[in-house]
């Protein structure tokens, strides 16, 4: 019989996985009502515009001309860039099985997320991501984003272990749906309990945490 090789290497999305998303439809629902926008049209500039800022070819202040300040506010660009940066909340139990798994199994952690470069730098050191994760294949960092499968081709590249020996976490079913037609294993996360199974049966079990939530 074939052995199946440890896995070495976990890909994870930050958005929905380790953090909450960084600028939702929530959020900008939220913005809307707090700084009196027209939501439709708010919607509408942002769906146009945020591609490309999370390419890394617009900055945070010209994606904000485009969809906030393209006429007169009432409100600072520095007010709605603190709101923005204050949508971000942590998922806790998340980010501390990230880390146990990396500390007893020795993984490369690589975070392969769709950000914009202003809050995704905002949230890698709010949340002290780069604490554990080792590299990051931000699309504002590399220009071009999931679905592009070229993302985790960059990733597999950058982290050199087999694609056999990594599994990629993502909230978004399509983008697991991809990581897999590369040879990646890959986790549909829709909570911590069942992540925390499915990471189990690739052999990665952390005793630690099951004891704690008894």
């Known amino acids: 019989m074939k052995k199946t090789l440890p ?33 439709v049209e708010l919607e509408d500039r942002h769906h146009l515009t945020f591609d490309t800022y999370e390419e890394g070819k617009l900055t945070l202040d010209e994606y904000l001309s485009r969809v906030v300040f393209y006429q007169k506010r009432s409100f600072t660009r520095a007010q709605f860039r603190k709101f923005m940066f204050a949508q971000s909340k942590p998922f806790p139990e998340m980010i501390e099985l990230v880390r146990r798994l990396k500390s007893k199994y020795g993984l490369k952690i690589a975070v392969v ?38 993302i985790f081709r960059m990733a597999l590249d950058i982290a050199q272990v087999p694609v056999s020996q990594v599994v990629y976490i993502d909230d978004r079913a399509m983008f697991v749906q991809i990581a897999k037609s590369l040879g990646i294993h ?11 199974a499915k990471l189990a049966a690739f052999g990665l079990k952390i005793i630690e945490l099951e004891k704690k939530r008894l």
């Open 113 to 150: 997320s769709n950000e914009g470069r202003e809050l995704n730098t905002h949230r890698i050191q709010t949340f002290k991501l780069n604490s554990f994760v080792d590299f990051f294949i931000s699309s504002c960092f590399v220009h071009f984003r999931k679905p592009d499968e070229d």
């Open 186 to 196: 890959g986790i549909h996360h829709t909570n911590y309990k069942s992540t925390r």
């Open 7 to 39: 896995i070495t290497a976990l890909f994870v999305d930050i958005g929905g996985v380790l953090l909450t998303n960084g600028w939702s439809h929530e959020s900008r629902k939220r913005a809307a009502k707090m700084f009196g926008l027209n939501l």
